[in-house]
């Protein structure tokens, strides 16, 4: 399984932005690379994806607020996030999928995980 590790966090006020990053340890070209978020009492929810063939999608509510790229000669995915919300508050997990999956809306849609990164936005 591939490595990955998080980084960007921290706390931002209401319309303001955030870039979150997460590097990979191998083969990262031919993962599926996403970004899920966990709020205090929620569960894991979908955020983005990037597939290796430079398709996207997003969750409505980002959607026109936040953009997922990627850099393979860096092995690294990014999550720009602007327009930040209060409601977007929450750990940011990074997550790779194997390239074969087709579904990929759901925690068991991925098969490696970060550790997560906390992202607050105050009011």
């Known amino acids: 399984q591939v490595q990955l590790v998080e980084s960007g966090g921290g706390l931002v006020q209401a319309g303001g932005s955030l870039r979150l990053s997460c590097a990979a340890s191998?083969?990262?070209?031919?993962?599926?690379m996403g970004w899920f978020r966990q709020a205090p009492g929620k569960e894991r929810e979908f955020v983005a994806y990037?597939?290796?063939?430079?398709?996207?999608n997003f969750v409505d509510s980002v959607k026109g607020r936040f953009t997922i790229s990627r850099d393979n000669a860096k092995n690294t995915v990014y999550l720009q996030m602007n327009s930040l919300k209060p409601e977007d508050t929450a750990v940011y997990y990074c997550?790779?999928?194997?390239?074969?999956?087709?579904?990929?809306?759901?925690?068991?849609?991925?098969?490696?995980w970060g550790q997560g990164t906390q992202v607050t936005v105050s009011s």
């Open positions: 997550a790779a999928a194997f390239p074969f999956r087709q579904r990929l809306s759901t925690v068991t849609d991925f098969d490696s």
């Open positions: 191998a083969y990262f070209s031919r993962y599926t």
């Open positions: 990037s597939r290796s063939g430079g398709s996207t």
